[in-house]
């Protein structure tokens, strides 16, 4: 069996956006799967929009999210001269022909067709121009591009892409397009298709919207006499209005920086993403590294657009809630090992790492990340909800103050008498904390829940969250004290 060979080939004219992360999960994926090479290769040939910039966030967002390549990144710019050689060889064997219209006249003509409300097709002026011709308007220093000669007659191009199915393209509606500038570049139709041939692609997995000019690139590879790639194109990402997901339409919420800045864990945004335009046949939601290579396949690629459920303004959530719950789940599920590092990033941008956390305070640390986890949804949740378990200074919400402790009166004493309470333990032990809390309601002839529901308000400043006995022994004996005694004397 020959190796699978796949590429990713971005234009690096912008950040790696969500459908661009799609693209090259599933060809890495497929890759995977069958043991192939995946290969990384910059489209850089529009130098006008190429930027360094691009180029360095599509490789870092990339490695971020886990998606390694087993060769480049090639650059396109560097194979130009393959480029024209591939249109020389096309010219020269009676598949192109130099095509020495001019601008003028081409948008003379396609006027004329808009007036006759035609659509517009090259008509083949050049097509058949005699060799002393052309060498004439050669030495005449007449500038020309160079058009593949559409083979004129009936049938088409047929073929049989791995998510669409069978597809036939007439002849009739192909015009003779051009294939290289009259400065020399190539359009992308040969560029890709030359860099797909040199880098022995076997299968193109991109896509729908390219759908259009697979038909042109297998007259080019045929007309090179080379063997042609498996197609397989992918649906496209939809908003919930139905437009397609783009930079220019929707920004920086389809970056892939986006999510990696808002607390996203790498697998869990190639989870999410798979699944745009991917299922199993038990729509299955949440697979391991290893599952889903083990399960995925072009076939299961959907022929139906997906829709990425954009809710950039919603208070709620930040993005498609799907990908919020996906995250939450890996958040919740994984090793705490593996999940440590990032709380640990999260913290230092915060402000909040203590590198004791790390040392000394390390299983401290880890069991609290254990404990408040099951709640969170990012990473930012650590340093946001999770801070008063880092910190002392933490905002204690209004709605919360007002119903758990200022409702209350009884409060005011009540919670510093807790604090006697628990500092009078021999162990700070959730059990003892328990024990003690009970007692008190016990004694003072209340519900044992205002008393949760106080302590809970003064040392987290939230309604809700683990446990308040495990939640009092991780925050630690001096802090919870300390913040048991003061909040009631602060309002
Ligand atoms: N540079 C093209 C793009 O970013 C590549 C398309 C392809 O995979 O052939 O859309």
Known sequence: MEEVRVRFPPSPTGYLHIGGARTAIYNWLFAQKTGGKFILRIEDTDIERSTKESIKGILDGLTWLGITWD??????????????????????????????????????????????????????????????????????????????????????????????????????????????????????????????????????IRGQDHLANTPKQIMIYEALGE??????????????????????????????????????????????????????????????????????????INRANSVFDIRKDDPKFFTDPKAISINAHYLRTIEIEELLPYVQAEMEAAGLWDPAFGAKKKSWFASTVDLIRSRYHTTKDFVNQGRCYFADDFPIEDKVLRKNILKHEDLKQWLPLMAERLEALEEFTVDLIEQAIRDLAAELDVKAGILINGARAAVTGQAAGPGLFEVLAAVGKERVLHRLRETPNLY
């Open 227 to 300: 063997n042609l790639p498996q197609f397989a194109h992918m649906p496209l990402t939809l908003d919930p209005q139905k437009r397609k997901i783009s930079k220019r339409a929707h920004g920086e919420v389809v970056s892939v920086q986006y999510y990696r800045e808002r607390g996203f864990l790498p697998w869990a945004l190639v989870n999410f993403l798979v699944l745009l335009g991917w299922s199993t046949s038990d729509n299955q939601e949440i697979f391991s590294r290893e599952k889903l290579i083990e399960v995925f396949s072009l076939e299961g």
């Open 71 to 204: 060769e480049g990144p090639y650059f396109q710019s560097a194979y130009a001269d393959d480029h024209q050689r591939a249109a020389q060889k096309l010219v020269e064997s009676g598949h192109a022909y130099k095509c020495f219209c001019t601008q003028e006249e081409l948008e003379g003509k396609r006027e004329e067709a808009k007036r006759r409300k035609e659509d517009y097709h090259y008509d083949g002026t050049c097509r058949n121009l005699s060799v002393d011709e052309v060498n004439r308007l050669e030495a005449e220093g007449r500038p020309f591009v160079i058009r593949f000669k559409v083979v004129r007659g009936p049938g088409g191009v047929l073929f049989k892409d791995a998510v669409y199915g069978l597809i036939e393209k007439k002849y009739r509606d192909i015009e003779d397009f051009v294939i290289l500038r009259s400065n020399g570049s190539p359009l992308y139709v040969l560029s890709n298709a030359v860099d797909d041939i040199r880098d022995g692609i076997t299968h193109v």
